[in-house]
């Protein structure tokens, strides 16, 4: 009777076959199979996945809702956000992002607080000895709290084991591609490899409660080291980003069993580690330009909170056959869209120039309701004519050019004006919800009209 058995695992979406296979029938990708040795007879026995509840069902009725209280604050507001509320526990958690950009500052700050209020913490690295994080630890805060607990180790049945004499309230795995399973013949950071220490350690979380956040490392293609298969085992998947030259960091919410996606977390990055940034509009305009053609301000929504962003157009004659349309933070079919809108309707000439279209400070916008600023940008830009400082605008484009509603108008108009934004230009129909008139809110129907009200 064979003990070990292998089988195929496909490194792009990790579709198991029992066979190799070129291409993989999940996901389509070439040459990606890799053969990975299992261990039959170890794995059903000791490591089975232990099951919290019978298999009696029960009434829903009867069930005491999980409540938010027993959720583990953080103490970073910014934080909380993006987990909707803080850590649930017995949950896990994956921290993505480029190296460098701050995953294990952010995590071992986070284990800072949480052992200065009593808690027994674990920070496990396979990337950096004690010595390095005590050293790090001490840009952060000099003070070091007794319940925080190291390990560098890189063997995920060591890290079970110590993980199951100390007991911890909370763990941090750093990084899950350093992670390896001894009976598992490939290299850390394989498919394979993440499967089976992600596997395990999700059993930790289900089986002692303790939530486990886990940082993995994203490649240059924007996914978290091949397997996809990782975020589908996390109950929330946490993007960190951020330009390296630059200090702010945006930590996003891709995937959350318990809250919202699409939220935002903005921080700072300091000489002595992260911080929050309460008020990311004020920290996005601080450093914008006055009366310079082009820029515009908007309010996106970003999760549950509006937040103030300015969008810069450059509009210059194209020497090239097919003028280049470039955007950063803005879908590039929806630039395409206004552009033939303005074309066809208002009769600008946008067919020989090149636009550049950038969104300032990293974020990244998909609504609608930033269409209308959208063109007014292109138009500043191509008009050379800068629009009034204490304007923001918003609203969608239709294709015949007409001004759309959109949602959370009095959100967006409030953080406007919270901000010292004395003027709108926004749909009409939104404009006849609000109930207080103001002057100096302007509602429009069309485009024609938005651009005449707004220089
Ligand atoms: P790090 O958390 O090591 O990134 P990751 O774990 O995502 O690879 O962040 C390292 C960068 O952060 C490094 O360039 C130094 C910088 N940094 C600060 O600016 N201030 C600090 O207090 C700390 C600890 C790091
Ligand atoms: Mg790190």
Request: aromatic share 6%.
């Amino acid at each position: 009777r064979a003990l070990t058995t292998s089988v195929f695992i496909c490194s792009q979406c990790g579709h198991e076959e029992s066979r190799w296979l070129g291409r993989c029938p999940d996901c389509g990708s070439w040459n990606t199979f890799e053969e990975v040795l299992k261990n039959r007879t170890k794995k059903g026995a000791a490591h089975g996945p232990r099951s919290r509840s019978t298999a009696n069902p029960v009434q829903l009725k009867t069930v005491e809702a999980e409540d938010d209280i027993t959720r583990l604050k953080t103490g970073s507001i910014e934080l909380d956000r993006v987990l909707g509320g803080g850590f649930v526990p017995g949950s896990l958690i994956l921290i993505g992002g480029e190296p460098g950009i701050g995953k294990s500052t952010l995590l071992l700050q986070v284990l800072f607080r949480l052992a200065s209020m009593g808690l027994k913490v674990l920070y496990v690295s396979g990337e950096e000895s004690p010595g390095q994080i005590r050293m790090r630890a001490q840009r952060l805060q000099s003070d070091v709290p007794e319940g925080l607990w190291l390990l560098a180790e890189t063997d995920i049945l060591q890290v079970e084991k110590a993980i199951f004499e100390l007991s911890p309230d909370f763990i941090v795995i750093d990084s899950i591609q350093t992670m390896i399973s001894p009976d598992i013949q490939s290299a850390p950071g394989t498919v394979s490899q993440v499967r089976e220490a992600s596997r395990r350690l999700m059993e930790i979380a289900k089986g002692g409660g303790a939530p486990v956040a886990i940082v993995g490392h994203v490649t240059k293609e924007g996914v978290i080291a091949g397997p996809r298969v990782l975020e589908h085992m996390v109950d929330t998947v946490l993007l960190f980003e951020g330009q390296r030259t630059e200090n702010f960091r945006l930590l996003r919410t891709v995937k959350n069993r318990f809250g919202a996606t699409h939220e935002v977390g903005v921080f700072e990055m300091t000489e002595s580690g992260l911080r929050d940034v309460p008020n990311p509009s004020e920290f996005f305009l601080s450093l914008r330009p006055s009366s310079v053609p082009g820029s515009v301000i908007v309010p996106v929504m970003q999760g549950t909170r509006p937040i103030l962003v300015e969008i810069q157009a450059l509009v210059s004659h194209s020497y090239l056959a097919v003028p280049r349309r470039t955007t950063i933070g803005i879908d590039s079919n929806r630039l395409a869209l206004m552009l033939a809108i303005l074309e066809k309707r208002l009769d600008m000439p946008f067919f020989d120039k090149d636009v550049f279209v950038n969104v300032v400070g990293g974020m990244k916008i998909q609504e609608t309701a930033t269409d209308l600023a959208l063109c007014l940008s292109l138009v500043s830009s191509l008009r050379d004519q800068p629009l009034p400082n204490d304007l923001i605008v918003f609203g969608e484009v239709g294709l015949s050019g007409e001004i759309r509603p959109v949602s959370f108008w009095d959100l967006r108009i409030n953080e406007a004006q919270r901000l010292g934004f004395s003027k709108a230009v926004i749909p009409f129909v939104d404009m006849l919800r609000e109930d207080k008139t103001q002057e100096n809110l302007v509602g429009v129907t069309g485009l024609r009209d938005a651009i005449e009200v707004a220089f």
